[in-house]
């Protein structure tokens, strides 16, 4: 296995040295979220050459629907006369300028619209101050979205974000349940092993094998600051990532650089570090502060269900040269094998409000 002696990797060896094993809940948040060397934090990500693509970059149609989705929920909060419009993680502005293009078809939504991109990466900042200049909406960033303070009726968009929040992983043994950690192996390399934390019986716990893995994700925090905005006013989010309905065995952490998978322990700081999303706690974490959830559905339902087929046909039309290209596109986005299942999507709202549209 190609490894690559990144100036993380050689901290976090040096860290193990000294502590013993960190568990990949730990290894996770430090090749991401590390000041110095995180992945978040340093590198620019998204784009064609970049590390990895994202529904928006593959076509304009997925900003623009859920643009007019957010026109709808701000109809169904009784349109009010000021509404935030929040993103999570923007990657490089294009999901919202596509969204804000949209929403110019619903005037008075456009007129409410206050924008606020939290993002803590300030080369990925630059790169959407570039692709957001010029619009008319008010617009500000956040670096962490505990800063963005509650208040008035929110919409919130965030995809694939709840991938990137770091996981803890537990593995049964012939002798009962450890938690998975990384090490160095003899030759000083990271490896992965298991920690000597004390381990809680996960569930699943009957069923799975030794040798199997079940993964677990903090989403509390998250959940938390969600509820302080629903506190606060009219309150809708869509979440968009890749997941299934938990509970669920396997190990899913993933690692990709150069739009190539590779072994997550090989480039710590330089690759993106993901897994699969556990929908079902999620959802369980959001309901039990009070919040109503609508879903999961698959990516490929929420999208026809706001009209992708007919918005690539009025654009093929319009741009015959372009119809190949749209056509693919919106087939990458919705195919069955693919994105249009592996992807799912998540409405929460508050309590008073009826099922978001999608749903």
Known sequence: MDRHPTPLAEILAARIARGGPISVRSYMDACLNDPEHGYYRTRRAIGAKEDFVTAPEISQIFGELIG??????WQQMGAPENVRLIEL???????????????????AFA????????????????IQREALAGQATPMRWASEFSEVAAGGATILIANEILDVLPITQLQRSEDGWVERGVGISDNGELTFGTTADAVPLPQLASTAQPGEIIEQRNTANL??????????????????????????????????RAQRYEDPLASPGIADLTAHVDFTAFGADVRARGMAVDGPVPQAVLLGALGIVERTSRLMSSNPDAAPALEAATARLTAPTGMGTLFKAMGLRSSHLPPLPGF
């Open 68 to 73: 007019l989705w957010a026109a709808v929920v």
């Open 89 to 107: 993680g923007p990657g490089r502005g294009t999901l919202m300028a596509d969204a804000l293009r949209a929403a110019q078809k619903v005037p």
């Open 111 to 126: 007129r409410a619209i206050e924008v606020v991109l939290v993002e803590p990466n300030g080369a990925l900042q630059a």
């Open 223 to 256: 959940a938390d600051d969600l509820r302080r905005l629903a506190d606060a006013g009219p309150f809708a989010a869509l979440f968009i990532d890749y997941g299934y309905e938990g509970p669920a065995v396997g190990d899913t952490l993933q690692a990709v």
